[in-house]
């Protein structure tokens, strides 16, 4: 049974950092794709930033030179690095994974940018 275990979530002012960690577990297959999503209030859930195994990343406009994600090398946990947060930041954030049987979810965790 796969799982995404998640941590890092909080409360921090604008312009603050926060980083967020997913650790994934339980596949018989490699995790060809990890990334992040948010839902912010009101809001549809949107791709924040993903990885490869290969290396290749791929980031939504709003994040671009502010989020940096990695993987270790193992490929079985991917960071975000958020910096430079700002109030529309704010949201619940899901890690992702993709194998080829599937796609699994983080049960989230709650960013909270504000003064």
């Known amino acids: 049974q796969v799982q995404l275990v998640e941590s890092g979530g909080g409360l921090v002012q604008p312009g603050g950092s926060l980083r967020l960690s997913c650790a994934a577990s339980?596949?018989?297959?490699?995790?060809?794709?990890m990334g992040w999503y948010r839902q912010g209030p009101g809001k549809q859930r949107e791709l924040v930033a993903q990885?490869?195994?290969?290396?290749?990343?791929n980031y939504a406009d709003s994040v671009k030179g502010r989020f940096t994600i990695s993987r270790d090398n193992a490929k079985t946990t991917v960071s975000l690095q958020m910096s430079s947060l700002k109030p529309e930041d704010t949201g619940v954030y899901y890690c992702?994974?993709?194998?080829?049987?599937?796609?699994?979810w983080g049960q989230g965790t709650q960013v909270t940018v504000s003064p």
């Open positions: 990885m490869t195994v290969g290396g290749d990343t």
């Open positions: 992702s994974a993709r194998t080829v049987g599937g796609t699994y």
């Open positions: 339980g596949s018989m297959f490699r995790f060809v794709v």
